[in-house]
């Protein structure tokens, strides 16, 4: 059976590695961390660019809509006029 300062010489010899290990763990950590920040700042950016096309787009599909409303809305008042006046603009031509 071993000794107490052999035992304590090999929980010795275990702590250094344990806090070489921990070390290593530690160096990982902030690696991954700032790898994880890099990708986070690319798909912010990518997200950013995305979106502002994307609003771009719609605007313009927007005022398209809007025009085409208008246009629509011109063509029911002057129907809606004709009708109205219907009787006096076929004595007018008749």
Do not use: F, P
């Not at 304590?8 to 961390?33: A, R, Y």
């Not at 979106?51 to 313009?60: G, Q, Y």
């Not at 005022?63 to 006029?81: C, E, F, H």
Request: net charge neutral; charged share 25%.
């Amino acid at each position: 059976m071993a000794t107490t300062s052999e035992r304590l010489g090999i929980v010795e010899t275990q702590v250094k590695n344990l806090d070489g290990k921990l070390d290593d763990l530690k160096v990982d950590v902030k690696d991954s961390g700032a790898n994880l920040k890099s990708q986070l700042e690319k798909m912010y950016d990518a997200s950013c660019t995305q979106h502002s096309a994307l609003s771009t787009e719609i605007n313009a599909l927007k005022s398209q809509r809007d025009k085409w409303v208008w246009i629509g809305a011109t063509a029911l008042a002057i129907v809606g006029w004709l009708v109205g006046h219907s009787e006096k603009l076929v004595k007018l031509l008749g």
